[in-house]
C-alpha cells in the first residue's frame, strides 16, 4: 500500500496491515515489532521506524539514543505520521501536532497554537505542517529551505527533504486533479508517484517558484491502477514545485 525510505533502510506496507523492512540493520530499524498488525500508515528515519495503527496509536522500533521510541504516553487518535532523521511527527485528528525525538535545532517544539493541520512532513532538522487553509508552518533549522510560499491552493501532499518539494492538487478542484505522493528526487530529475486509474490520463506539471509561478506543461502519460509514475527529466535545481493534472 505504501513504502517509506530511511537512510538505509526501506519500509514497506502490505494490504494486510503488516510491515516489511529490508536494508541496513545495525540497530534493528528494518525489523518491525513480531505482533505489528492493523497498520495504516509507517515512517522511516535515520536508524529508527514508525508505524501508525487503525487505533490511532504509534509504535516505534530501532535506536532511541535521542528517544525517537519514546512515543508520549497515552498519544491516540492519530491520524498521520512523519519520521525525519531522528525525531517523528504525530497529526491527530483534531488537526493538533505532537511530536518526539532529536530536539538539538528545535525541531520537536511544536509551535504553539498550531491548529488545523492536515499533513505533516520532517527532515533532519526541521518539521513541516500543512495548515486546512493552505500556509505552510515550519520550525527547527531549515538550512536551504528558506524561501517557501507561506500560503498555496490546493495542497494534497507535502514532502521535507533539505531542499524541498511540494505535491499540488492545483486549483482545490479534486475531480480535476490527482492526489500526488512525495517527489523524489535521483540522477534522472524528480518523480511523482500517486494513485491513479487504468483508462485516465495524467499530465505532470512543474514550477521553479511559488508564488508569481508559469507552470511547465509535461508529456501527457496513461494512468494505472493503485500505483502511476510521471517523470520530470528537465529539473535542473534542488527544488521544484508540482501538480499533476487528470486530463480524462
Known amino acids: 500500500m505504501s513504502i ?4 538505509r533502510h526501506c519500509l514497506a506496507l502490505r494490504r494486510d496491515g503488516t510491515v516489511v523492512g529490508w536494508g541496513e540493520n545495525a540497530q534493528r530499524q528494518a525489523t518491525p515489532p513480531a505482533d505489528l498488525h492493523s497498520v495504516v500508515g509507517i515512517g522511516a528515519g535515520f536508524t529508527h521506524s514508525v508505524a501508525l495503527r487503525s487505533d490511532g496509536t504509534a509504535v516505534a522500533w530501532g535506536n532511541n539514543i535521542v528517544g525517537q521510541l519514546d512515543v508520549p504516553p497515552g498519544l491516540h487518535s492519530l491520524v498521520a505520521i512523519a519520521a525525519g532523521a531522528d525525531h517523528t511527527l504525530g497529526l491527530k485528528a483534531d488537526g493538533a501536532v505532537v511530536a518526539w525525538g532529536q530536539n538539538s535545532e528545535g525541531q520537536t517544539e511544536v509551535p504553539a497554537g498550531l491548529t488545523d493541520v492536515v ?4 527532515d533532519d532538522t526541521y518539521s513541516l505542517a500543512l495548515r486546512r487553509d493552505g500556509a505552510l ?3 527547527g533549522r531549515a538550512g536551504a ?4 510560499p507561506p500560503k498555496l491552493e490546493g495542497v494534497q501532499a507535502i514532502c521535507a527533504d533539505s531542499r524541498i518539494a511540494y505535491a499540488l492538487l492545483g486549483n482545490g478542484t479534486p475531480t480535476s486533479f490527482a492526489a500526488a505522493a512525495n517527489p523524489v528526487r535521483n540522477a534522472e530529475g524528480f518523480s511523482v508517484e500517486f494513485a491513479g486509474e ?14 508569481g509561478f508559469r507552470w511547465n506543461l509535461g508529456v501527457p502519460a496513461p494512468g494505472e491502477d493503485q500505483r502511476s509514475i510521471l517523470r520530470d527529466p528537465t529539473a535542473t535545481g534542488p527544488a521544484r514545485f508540482y501538480q499533476i493534472r487528470r486530463l480524462r
Open 119 to 122: 499533513a505533516v512532513a520532517a
Open 198 to 211: 487504468r483508462g485516465s490520463a495524467y499530465r505532470l506539471e512543474s514550477a521553479d517558484q511559488l508564488p
Open 4 to 7: 517509506a525510505a530511511g537512510w
Open 145 to 148: 529551505v528558506t524561501n517557501f
Open 137 to 139: 508552518v515550519l520550525w
